[in-house]
């Protein structure tokens, strides 16, 4: 059997190095083997993390499952080298993939899609709604722990 480093290959980016924009066609999927990643979106003018990915995560699928465009930007947060899984070999596997399965991965693919529009929507009209009542002269503090248990 072929180890996993000769049938994916290795690609290094620089620290800063963007990977991908949102907005790109979905030509391969990321395995992180070492460094970091962000994951960017633009929020209301501004560059906005919404999730960092170490070692061992994958990104970029969902544009090779439902074969969409990129939701957002990957940059390289530190030196970070990556195994490539190519468009191609994606689409081989999942060809091969009982048609249930094929189905529910799409499903869930679609469903956080729509989940992560909507928490950046709903984050955009937040920041919207807390720079107008800034400019009013009210502050909003935010008094809840985010760390803290539910009630």
């Known amino acids: 059997m072929m180890s996993q480093q000769a049938i994916l290959p290795r690609k290094h980016f620089a620290q800063g190095r963007t990977i991908f924009r949102t907005g790109d066609a979905g030509d391969a999927a990321y395995v992180i083997e070492s460094g970091t990643v962000d994951i960017v979106r633009n929020i209301g003018g501004q560059s906005k993390r919404i999730a960092q990915l170490a070692a061992g995560e ?25 195994l ?33 529009r909507n928490a950046l929507i709903s984050q955009t009209q937040n920041e919207i709604m807390r720079a107008k009542l800034k400019e009013m002269g009210v502050e909003i503090k935010n008094d809840v722990d985010p760390k803290a248990p539910p009630a």
């Open 58 to 82: 994958i990104f970029g699928e969902m544009a090779l499952v439902d074969g969409k465009k990129r939701m957002a930007d990957a940059v390289a947060s530190t030196n970070v080298t990556v």
């Open 84 to 116: 490539v899984v190519q468009a191609d070999q994606f689409t081989e596997k999942m060809r091969q993939a009982d048609p249930f399965v094929r189905a529910l991965l799409r499903m869930f693919t679609d469903n956080l899609r729509v989940m992560t």
